[in-house]
């Protein structure tokens, strides 16, 4: 067996898809969440298995963190760290900036220090298309400089300046993501997710943040996956940094609002609240260059508006988007 994986975040929405993946390809893997956006029900395929430890831990408690993974890497020594506990309530961070100053960018700083004291050399990061900012044009990684418009993009452009320090004094290897919405299930945030709950509550009217004109690129949970193993297997540069994304297309909250009307509540009215933007510090409108994801060899089958469908219908059937359901 390959070197021992560690997930932070590993109870939510993506990092339970990632910590299925790592174990079916053969590796073991110690997952940790605090439980306050994952859930343990999203680990129960991973919990069957002997090759997976789950620990319910804040990151941001360095004492428990680094004891914990100290004592697990001298079981099954962890090669490397999949960093992905962060705040993503975006608008929430935008109401009070704590939020993603400890959720978001202080767990980028306490795991960094955790792979220094224990001695785990390469680091994994979820990073995200917030870290741009409002800018013109198709999003290359290397444009630069980057003003992100959100406390949320604000602490994450920050992560990757820690990760990039890091890998000057302690790091071997670093690869991080760019995540576009990423979408499927168990969805714990976002659109889909707020939109099935919302009709569920009122299935005559869904009200929708904005005027529906916002567009943005929308990816599968299960691509994403995909997209992040070949880029951790075929990336060999000391610091990977990567856009995933649907090439060339996008998909308007308008289409979004009126597929989720249409699977669950047909006939619904949509009324739009007004404005081009959902929410503070929302970037209305991007589109990513993946040409160097494709370069390295992969690019997603779906397109973003076929990954959204298929997550429509997927949030709709899980359980935890009935209301009071979580
Ligand atoms: N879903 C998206 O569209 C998207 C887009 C861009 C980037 N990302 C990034 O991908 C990662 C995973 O996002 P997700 O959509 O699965 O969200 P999620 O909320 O489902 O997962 C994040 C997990 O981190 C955990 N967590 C938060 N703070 C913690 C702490 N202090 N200690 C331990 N656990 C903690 C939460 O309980 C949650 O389970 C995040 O870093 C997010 O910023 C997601």
């Known amino acids: 067996m390959s070197g021992g994986c560690l997930v932070t975040g590993a109870a939510g929405f993506i990092g339970s898809h990632l910590v299925d993946r790592l174990l079916s390809l053969g590796r073991h893997v110690v997952g940790v969440d605090n439980l306050v956006l994952g859930r343990r029900a999203h680990l129960a395929k991973a919990m069957a298995q002997t090759t997976f430890k789950f620990q319910e831990l804040d990151v941001n408690d360095f004492d428990t963190f680094e004891a914990f993974v100290r004592e697990e890497h001298a079981r099954h020594p ?38 220094q004291s224990v001695g785990i050399r390469r680091f994994c990061f979820s990073s ?27 602490m994450k452009l920050a992560s990757e300046a820690a990760i990039s320090s890091a890998l000057e004094r302690f790091l071997e290897r670093v690869w991080i993501f760019r995540f576009p919405n990423v979408v499927g299930s168990p969805a714990t945030h976002g659109a889909i997710y707020d939109f099935v709950r919302k009709l569920r509550r009122t299935p005559g009217e869904l009200e929708v ?14 691509e994403l996956i995909d997209g992040m193993m070949h880029i951790w297997g075929r990336a060999g540069e000391r610091l990977n940094y990567f856009n995933i994304a649907p090439p060339d297309t996008a ?6 609002a009126e597929e989720v009307v249409r699977v669950v509540s047909p006939g619904a009215r949509i009324r739009y609240t007004g404005g081009n933007r959902g929410w503070v510090g929302d970037v209305p409108r991007f589109q990513y260059s ?14 973003s508006t076929e990954a959204v ?11 935890a988007a009935s209301p009071g359901a979580d």
């Open 309 to 319: 469908k298929r997550a429509v219908r997927e949030v709709a059937s899980q359980p």
């Open 209 to 222: 943040l904005g005027d529906g004109t916002q567009e943005k690129p929308y990816l599968h949970v299960s």
């Open 128 to 154: 995200t298309s917030a870290i741009y900012g409002m800018q013109q044009g198709l999003l290359t990684e290397d444009g630069g400089p980057w003003f992100p418009i959100s406390n949320y993009g604000a």
């Open 78 to 115: 962890i090669e490397v760290i999949w960093h992905l506990a962060a705040n993503s309530d975006i608008q929430a961070g935008g109401a009070d900036p704590e939020i993603d100053l400890r959720s978001t960018f202080l767990t980028t700083h306490r795991t960094l220090r955790v792979a």
């Open 251 to 256: 998909t308007t909250v308008r289409e979004i």
């Open 290 to 303: 993946i040409a160097k994801l494709q370069r390295l060899g992969w690019s997603p089958r779906l397109s």
